[in-house]
């Protein structure tokens, strides 16, 4: 939120985290053959332990892979003390609509609070097919904060498609990521275009370790004032979006706060931080696909779930 802040890139020295070390590269195929997980050590202001490859992981998530007909991208951090879980951390995946929550956090970062109380007007030619709040609301408009509500909450497609205009576009969104230091993520269209997700397109893609980056800065960093970023987790604490994803896959009594996404060629995704009860969080990231299927091909929820599992029993075992 704007009040005598300056500008993003002075944010960048603090904001930008970067992982190192997470597997994978490339496109990889379909099933996880000659990747491996990895647990490193995400640069903090002080050094912390170092786990080494955990192979039982890695074929647990292959296996996942075979069972599904499907690609997996993990990246689990433990804020705790910093370590890391990944599997094929450094491969694109579409993004889907996880990047809601950078669009959301753009928004944010350049709004200052009485912008947010500004009424959107739209009419009914800029509503998408999947419009839940905005179809609602077309005579009276919305305002910034509840197309941001939206956007996390419902996932709905036309207020993510008008915060970006609000932002001058998509080139918009990128500066916000550059300046918290992401150099690897492309946002090129807007809903729906860019649910295409045609294998080897980059256009609207990331990395589950950028992801996983780019989440902690603005949910848990410094890349947010304190007031955005307490508004940005409750929005996507009450997502309805993602019960059987991330939220089936942790245990009971874990708090989540995440984003979903869905595309052509079944990918299913969701983006969260997860927070044991009386521990410190952890930032999970599982992007799914099915490159080698059709572009009707469903995606799911269950596989979703099962890597989570996965990476949580992992991460989880190795801090006790």
Not at 44 to 70: C, H, I, M, N, V
Not at 278 to 295: H, K, M, N
Request: with cysteine; aromatic share 4%.
């Amino acid at each position: 939120m704007r009040t005598t802040r300056t500008t993003l890139a002075t944010i960048a020295a603090v904001a930008a985290l970067t992982l190192t070390g997470c597997s994978g590269s490339g496109a990889g195929p379909a099933a996880g053959g000659g990747t491996t997980a990895s647990t490193t050590t995400v640069p903090t202001s002080t050094a912390t332990p170092q786990r080494t490859a955990d192979a039982a992981t890695s074929r647990a998530f292959a296996a996942l892979e075979e069972q599904y007909g499907a690609r997996v991208g993990v990246v689990a951090i433990n804020t705790a003390d910093g370590s890391s879980l990944g599997y094929r951390a450094d491969e694109r995946f579409a993004f889907a609509s996880t990047n809601k929550a950078f669009i959301a956090a753009a928004v944010l970062d350049a709004s200052s609070a009485d912008d947010l109380d500004d009424v959107v007007h739209y009419d009914r030619s800029d509503l998408l097919s999947y419009a839940p709040v905005t179809s609602l609301h077309v005579d009276e408009g919305m305002t910034v904060r509840a197309l941001v509500d939206a956007a996390l909450r419902q996932s709905d497609n036309t207020a993510a498609n008008l915060l970006v205009e609000r932002l001058g576009g998509v080139g918009g969104v990128s500066r916000f990521l550059r300046g918290i230091g992401d150099d690897v993520t492309r946002v090129d269209r807007v809903e729906p275009d860019l649910n295409t997700a045609v294998p080897g397109d980059p256009r609207d893609t990331t990395t589950p370790a950028q992801s996983a980056t780019d989440l902690r800065a603005v949910l848990l960093g410094d890349a947010l004032d304190p007031d955005d970023r307490a508004l940005l987790r409750s929005a996507m604490a009450g997502t309805t979006t993602g019960d059987g994803t991330i939220r089936a896959g942790v245990p009971d009594g874990w708090s989540v706060a995440d984003k979903t996404g869905t595309a052509s060629y079944g990918v299913r995704n969701d983006i969260a931080v997860v927070e044991p009860p009386g521990r410190d969080p952890i930032v999970l990231v599982v992007f799914t696909t099915r490159d080698g299927a059709g572009a009707d091909d469903e995606s799911s929820d269950a596989l979703v779930a099962a890597a989570t599992r996965v990476a949580v029993q992992s991460i989880d075992a190795a801090s006790r």
